[in-house]
């Protein structure tokens, strides 16, 4: 790493979520100098609970910031798939200790705020990154030797490179691509209840997906176990468009009739909900133009089937870290590096967060199907099919197979 050329270089880096600050704090790491550019007031992350696999901590862990994210997480004891009309397990998945040893790190769940903290706490401090708030990006150009993005004031910021770290509606990904988001029809409504208002029969260390007929809830504990994430799914009856906003408890129920006692009972707890309509894109061969990469859900938005969309984000930005210092500050030369390793990585990942979104909302002769397909499978079988996901490397990162 070429610290000395570092030191002359300045990257711009298009928001402020997790996958923006985990970016930025990987460039600096490297010795470049870092603006980041925040549409909102405050840097700041909204929404409830994120599961943590060992991959996301193995980067977490690249960033400096992995025990930061232990220290808030909760370590669960195994994920299980439920029916949610006859509540028997169709499969269930020990990230216990031997989850830990096959794969060198825990899994966990966080409260979203929790995990963004715990990487803008390094960020803040760091003396190569500077901040501006309220500041929505509007165009963007490129020239031989420098980026420009213009606000919504129409002032100027300037660099060697840009980072587009701004989500599924980004700016920098309709300069650069200029495909549409494919709206997935799914609703997912979110909240956050305290342990005393959860049903003690649900009340268990672990992630619990209950698998319905075009639905499905989730629940798992949160800070300490203290409070528990809560997230319904469901196919709407109503033409979509990707957003957030309120709830109702009232739409909610309208979609899980003949669903069992037990994991309905979940729906009457939270006293608000907060509502997304949910959207990925079809995967590109290219996210890499010139000066201009593109991070996280500006890169490949994916549903949420695989719990991955976080983890992923933190995988890029320790890809690109490497691909810069690789590429010894020569952005266009990383950016190519960058995208060749993660492109048809996140492709995978977003194939297979659809495959489990038609698995989990299986109904009829699907429903039965399902219910067969992990039947008498051993820990370690589970963790077969979990190498290539949960086996990530940073070490390995710019190999096609670093999870191998």
Request: proline residues 3%; charged residues 20%; hydrophobic residues 45%.
């Amino acid at each position: 790493m070429n610290t000395t050329r570092n030191a002359s270089r300045k990257v711009l880096i298009i928001g402020g979520g997790i996958g923006g600050l985990a970016a930025a704090l990987a460039l600096a790491r490297k010795g470049i100098r870092i603006e980041l550019l925040e549409q909102a007031e405050q840097i700041g992350e909204i929404g409830a609970g994120i599961q943590l696999g060992a991959n996301a901590f193995a980067a977490l862990d690249a960033l400096g910031v992995g025990q930061a994210a232990r220290d808030r997480a909760v370590f669960t004891d195994y994920l299980e798939m439920r029916d949610a009309i006859d509540t028997h397990t169709i499969a269930r998945v020990d990230v216990g200790q031997a989850y830990q040893q096959r794969f060198g790190n825990p899994y966990a769940v966080i409260h979203r705020a929790d995990i963004h903290l715990s990487i803008f706490e390094a960020v803040r401090d760091h003396p190569l990154i500077q901040f501006h708030t309220a500041t929505r990006v509007e165009r963007f150009e490129q020239d031989a030797n420098a980026v420009t993005v213009i606000d919504q004031r129409g002032v100027r910021y300037t660099a060697d490179a840009v980072v587009g770290c701004d989500g599924v509606k980004s700016a920098i990904r309709q300069a650069l691509v200029g495909d549409e988001a494919r709206v997935t029809g799914h609703v997912v409504y979110r909240a956050v209840v305290g342990v005393a208002n959860m049903p003690v029969d649900l009340q268990v260390n672990a992630p619990v997906v209950w698998a319905g007929p075009h639905c499905h809830l989730v629940h798992y504990p949160l800070r300490g176990g203290q409070q528990y994430n809560l997230v319904v799914t469901f196919h709407s009856r109503e033409r979509e468009t990707w957003g957030v906003r309120d709830g109702s408890k009232e739409e909610v129920l309208s979609y899980f009739e003949g669903i069992h006692p037990m994991p309905h009972q979940m729906l009457d707890r939270p006293t608000s909900w907060k509502r997304w309509a949910t959207a990925d894109r079809d995967p590109v061969e290219h996210w890499s133009f010139g000066r201009a990469t593109l991070l996280g859900d500006a890169a490949h938005p994916m549903t949420q089937y695989v719990a991955q969309g976080a983890c992923q984000a933190l995988e890029d930005a320790v890809t690109l870290g490497a691909a810069v210092d690789a590429a010894d500050s020569d952005f266009e030369q990383a950016f190519r590096l960058y995208e060749e390793a993660r492109i048809p990585r996140t492709a995978r990942v977003l194939y297979a967060a659809r495959d489990m979104g038609r698995i989990y909302h299986a109904k009829g002769v699907d429903r039965l199907v399902r219910n067969t397909l992990w039947a008498g499978r051993s820990q370690t079988q589970f963790y077969d099919a979990l190498q290539w996901l949960h086996g990530w490397r940073a070490e390995q990162c710019l190999s096609l197979t670093p999870w191998l």
